[in-house]
């Protein structure tokens, strides 16, 4: 009497919801809190659910205390206006000598009275509208770079990246700069004698050792031919008033330092990263060192350096702008780590683009500007964005050597007796710490986002 | 294709000279007295087990790679350091590769006009419309704005072909460029490269498809450890070979 | 196209378009330029020296220098006194006070970096929302601005220095002035436990691989690692109890009556200045919150298949974590640890900020105020960064190259 292994179903298995410990709430809640800290199984687990469960706690009473005390200090406690001009004494508490009572927390009648010293530093009131300008210009600039279906992105950025900083220097400083006779006759004649000569030799009306040079003499002429146009437009008397650097401050000393450092920085970097892949032992050794030597000292250093021994490296009587001579440093601290953020993109690219291009008969500048730079740029802006987040940060050393950026000109304003309360300097701290915050972390995630994109998106 | 579309156009015009060829990488020997001559319209296919030799060798032909020794010259141009003639000589030598080496940033339209414009100095427009005729005799015009990465491996490398061909060049180096592609894809690049040769261009290929050699090749080489072992006309290569490591090589590709 | 006969006639012509000679005319004039810059550079400094009247040389060294310098770990070892001790010794004290604080944050950044890492990873929402928010803040708020928080927030909040609060016993208290604790000060005889500690450490590597031996020869394993704890603490310890205990410890004393003056901690025992505190936090807590992005990306580099297929081989999860998993991380892990280690390194010069006596501190700060010979000083504060960044290369860049997947 076997049974016949023969099976046919009949009916269908009915289609049921998972059991309720699978859904919503309760399944989120399982996975990702308890499933963690719930094997009993044997004595090691169990001792080891348990340490979980313990730690869970703790690190929860820990955040949840520390989140709350912020909530407590910058919104609860905190003394929102001071009508009666009281300053201090809105909030200093009652044994303070003010007229708080209870627990004070954040002190924003403080920040609004310094708001303006810590955006615009000690720039003259009348000439804010400058530097309003230029905020406006950088934010549509940047939105229009980051926003990805903004047509003419890529003019647009090499406008933010020429144009804007010349803008910028005009109008911070009132533009109107005198170069002496002497820098304008070299500049003037090597523009003559660089962009002229090439441009007739690569005609083939020179002699052929011209024609084989004119490539280099064009390049180096352009270089030329743009500080000349830089020189020619900040010597313009365009009517506004000359604003020391020295009254710069706060955010824009900030902005100032990083958008320099990274503008500066970036062709500085190619060079450098080009300049290391060289087959030329002697160039590729001196980027190597160059590089290194920089990545290996600390910025603090290089801004001591820039401060004191600059004016020692120039000759005699030639006066450097303090905050010039951060720029100076700041720029050749950040070309070094740029390099070799490009020097990642070049060697992503596969030996397969330049055999391609080679093999179509380009030369070496035309292929490293039309095949492998726009590739390599394009792979290291996340890099890019990243360093610029690490430079934003690095920028409030330059108040160790005396300048007054967005941190500086906070902890400057702790020195005015007539502000001075207990909950002075943690409102200040915050201030700052909420400001770079917030600029870092969207910057940070701005990153992010491309790297995915570029991960995702298609290659080769 | 039958033999009766054999070459007909070869002149007596030698365009690539090779003369007692040698190269090295570090001290391993890879080209060893390599002689070859080219004539004006003649086309070669190059075939031998990998790691032969050969795509270092027609990768020499247009400097991609150095020789240390001997004499290459195209066009009657030697190629030595001088830039000036690695530069003329690669303008009118044409090469596509295994991976296609296109330029992702660019479009199809980008990739075939940028080294007639940079290079040759060509005014856009006309740089443009050649580069549609030839996207045309590539079967592919409807492609030319869009990016490589959107494109498949056999229409890449008929868009590298075209790209070679907007330069205009005398003569054409294949490296090896059906074996990156899907079996599928393989014919559509082969009927262009057939059509191609049937255009009179000189082409130097270097391709384990043995029917293209049969059908298109005025002459097979064969190498072998760096060295040029066997060389004939493909009917004679294939029906009698006459060294005992070419009959070894063809009866293994041959045997299924 | 020009010169075919190949008569080697050598023309400028030809010259110009020769691969090899471009590439030497190019590197000719790099030198050139380079060597006038350096040459203009050298020229103006001696000018401008010479005008400043101006010293110049090493000879600043063997001076006496007549500051005070915050009591560290470098004025301890060196023994400093103002006014007898030389500029060489405050070099020395500000290279020692940098690797103390470099190498204690670099401890206390990886244990909290790695810990912080795994929790981002881990399911329980809690650890992992906790090293989020960790992550980013820290790692999105300028340094100094944290060691601000900690030097002039935090630890100012601590009781002044007529009080004390008392950390578990009383022998360890701190206030606003530092940390203070026992001091251990050798004795006679102490140094045989010097000797069993060294002894200890030799018989743990004897022990590792007479452990690897028997288990290719028996299949056995040892407990290794609780004996090699075992032999570390207990050789050590029973020297040390034998020679009975050669080590006094010098409790820290404290005052709270007398004189007001004299009231709070006396000169005894150990402390530790709230300048090194804040920045060894600052500092190790900062660092931490990049290391932990490291630690995630590398684990999350060691492919899901990697754990499977130790499972399927039938591995404990701890083993699989051991064997499998953390090898391939770390192999992902070092190299930007190594740099890791080095921004710390570097930053823990923002010292200068707080006036913890570091190298840029106390000898490019402090003493090249007193000297101001900028150019050797500030090139000796330089080296002695570049040694330090070379060295750890060097170090890593060996440890990497030992775990190193052979790869064809």
């Known amino acids: ?460 | 294709m039958t033999t009766e579309n054999k070459n007909t156009a070869v002149s007596g015009e030698t365009v690539i000279k090779i003369e007692n060829m040698n190269k090295w990488y570090g001290q391993f020997h890879v080209l060893r007295d390599i002689n070859l001559n080219v004539k004006q319209g003649e086309r070669i296919v190059i075939c031998g087990p990998s790691g032969s030799g050969k795509s270092t060798l027609i990768r020499c032909i247009n400097r991609l790679e150095e020789h240390q020794d001997g004499l290459i010259a195209v066009n009657g141009t030697e190629l030595s350091g001088d830039l000036k003639n690695i530069e003329a000589i690669r303008r009118d030598v044409g090469m596509c590769f295994q991976h296609f080496n296109l330029f992702p940033h660019l479009t199809v339209m980008e990739n075939c006009t940028l080294a007639p414009i940079w290079v040759r100095k060509t005014p856009r427009k006309e740089a443009e419309a050649s580069a549609m005729e030839y996207l045309e005799r590539v079967k592919i015009p409807d492609q030319a704005f869009k990016y490589p990465g959107q494109l498949s491996g056999g229409q890449q490398q008929r868009v590298a072909i075209a790209r070679s061909l907007c330069m205009n060049p005398q003569i054409m180096l294949f490296d090896e460029p059906t074996s990156a592609l899907d079996p599928e894809m393989i014919k559509e690049v082969l009927d262009v490269m057939v059509e191609l040769a049937s255009t009179g261009m000189t082409m130097i290929c270097v391709t384990h498809e043995m029917g293209f050699a049969r059908t298109v090749a005025d002459r097979v080489i064969f190498m072998d450890e760096g060295q040029i072992i066997e060389e004939n006309e493909p009917e004679e290569f294939f029906n009698n070979p006459k060294s005992e490591r070419t009959q070894k090589f063809l009866s293994q590709i041959l045997s299924h | ?408």
């Open chain 1, 1 to 460: 009497m076997s049974k016949s292994i023969a099976f046919i179903r009949t009916e269908d298995a009915p289609s049921l919801p998972p059991p309720s410990s699978h859904v919503g709430w309760r399944k989120w809640l399982w996975d990702n809190m308890f499933s963690s800290m719930a094997n009993f199984g044997s004595i090691g687990a169990a001792i080891r659910s348990v340490l979980i469960i313990l730690l869970t706690v703790t690190l929860l009473y820990f955040g949840l205390t520390v989140i709350w005390s912020l909530i407590k200090f910058a919104l609860i406690d905190a003394v929102w206006s001071d009508p009666d001009t009281l300053k201090r004494g809105i909030c200093a508490t009652v044994a303070q000598g003010g007229v708080a009572e209870g627990n004070v927390g954040a002190c924003w009648p403080f920040i609004g009275a310094k708001g303006k010293l810590i955006i615009y530093g000690r720039y003259p009131e009348m000439e804010l509208w400058r530097v309003n300008a230029l905020f406006v210009g950088l934010a549509v600039g940047i939105l229009w770079m980051v926003w990805e279906r903004a047509p003419f992105r890529r003019q647009v950025g090499i406008l933010m990246l020429t144009v804007f900083p010349l803008a910028a220097f005009i109008l911070l400083t009132g533009g109107n700069v005198h170069y002496s006779s002497g820098t304008w006759t070299t500049f003037i004649a090597l523009t003559v004698i660089f962009l002229g000569g090439g441009l007739v030799g690569a005609r083939n009306l020179l002699g052929e050792v011209m024609f084989a040079l004119s490539g280099f003499f064009i390049v180096f002429g352009m270089f030329v031919a743009a500080a000349l146009i830089a020189m020619f437009v900040t010597s313009l008397d365009l009517g506004l008033v000359h604003v020391e650097t020295a009254n710069w401050g706060g955010l824009l000393v900030t902005l100032v330092v990083a958008i320099t450092g990274i503008v500066a920085s970036l062709p500085l970097g190619i060079v450098l990263a080009l300049g290391r892949r060289s087959k030329l032992p002697l160039i590729s050794y001196l980027c190597i060192g160059f590089i290194e030597f920089w990545r290996g000292v600390p910025l603090i250093t290089v801004l001591f350096m820039s401060s004191v021994m600059l004016p020692l490296f120039l000759p005699e009587g030639v006066e450097f702008d303090k905050l010039l001579r951060a720029l100076i440093g700041v720029a050749l601290f950040s070309a070094a780590y740029m390099a070799e953020v490009v020097r990642g993109g070049l060697q992503a690219i596969p030996k397969g683009q330049y055999e391609g291009a080679m093999a179509l008969g380009l030369s070496y500048p035309q292929m490293t500007r039309l095949i492998i730079l726009p590739q390599a740029l394009k792979i290291v802006i996340p890099g890019i964005v990243n360093t610029f987040i690490g430079l934003f940060k690095d920028t409030t050393l330059v108040l160790i050597i005396g300048l007054f950026d967005l941190l500086g000109t906070i902890q400057s304003t702790f020195t005015d007796a007539g502000w001075a309360t207990p909950v002075m300097s943690p409102t200040g701290y915050l201030v700052a710490a909420t400001m770079f915050w917030a600029f870092c972390f969207s910057m940070s995630r701005y990153s992010l986002h491309l790297e995915r994109k570029l991960d995702t998106g298609h290659k080769r």
């Open chain 3, 1 to 408: 196209m020009a010169d075919t006969s190949g008569t080697g006639r050598r023309s400028l012509s030809t010259l110009i378009y020769d691969e090899k000679f471009r590439g030497i005319v190019y590197q000719i004039v790099v030198a050139v330029a380079l060597i006038s810059i350096v040459w203009w550079i050298v020229g103006n400094t001696l000018d401008n020296l010479q005008e400043q009247d101006k010293k110049s040389g090493f000879g600043f060294l063997g001076q006496t220098a007549g500051f005070q310098i915050l009591s560290s770990l470098g004025t301890s070892l060196v023994d400093y006194t103002a006014g007898v001790s030389t500029y060489w010794d405050v070099f020395i004290i500000g290279i020692i006070n940098t690797l103390a604080v470099a190498i204690s944050g670099i401890i206390m950044a990886t244990i909290i970096g790695f810990m912080m890492g795994v929790m981002r990873l881990s399911k329980n929402a809690v650890f992992n929302s906790f090293a989020t928010v960790y992550i980013e803040i820290l790692r999105n708020v300028p340094l100094l601005l944290q060691i601000f928080f900690w030097y002039f927030f935090v630890l100012r909040a601590l009781p002044n220095k007529r009080d004390k609060l008392e950390l578990g016993t009383e022998n360890f208290a701190i206030n606003i002035t530092g940390l203070y604790g026992p001091e251990p000060i050798p004795q006679e005889g102490f140094r045989w436990t010097m000797y069993a500690l060294l002894a200890a450490f030799f018989l743990i590597w004897a022990l590792a691989k007479f452990a690897k031996r028997l288990q290719e020869n028996t299949g056995k394993r040892l407990p290794v690692f609780w004996l090699s704890a075992a032999t570390l603490i207990g050789l050590p310890l029973i020297v040390h109890m034998y020679n009975g205990s050669p080590l006094l410890w010098e409790m820290p004393e404290f005052r709270d009556t007398g004189p007001k003056l004299r009231q709070g901690f006396q000169a005894s025992g150990m402390v530790i200045k709230p300048e090194m505190i804040a920045l060894w936090l600052a500092l190790s807590l900062y660092t931490a919150s990049f290391i932990a992005e490291n630690v995630r990306s590398g684990i999350l580099a060691v492919s899901h298949g990697q754990t499977e297929a130790s499972s399927a081989l039938g591995l404990k999860a701890s083993s699989t974590l051991q064997l499998v998993v953390i090898p391939q991380a770390m192999r992902v892990i070092i190299p930007p640890l190594t740099s890791q280690y080095l921004n710390l390194t570097k930053n823990s010069s923002l010292a200068v900020a707080i006036a913890y006596p570091d190298i840029v501190s106390v000898f490019a700060g402090t003493a090249l105020n007193q000297v101001g010979q900028e150019i050797e000083m500030i090139f000796m504060m330089m080296l002695v960064y570049l040694v330090l960044s070379v060295g750890t290369s060097a170090i890593m860049n060996w440890f990497n190259n030992r775990m190193r997947i052979v790869e064809r």
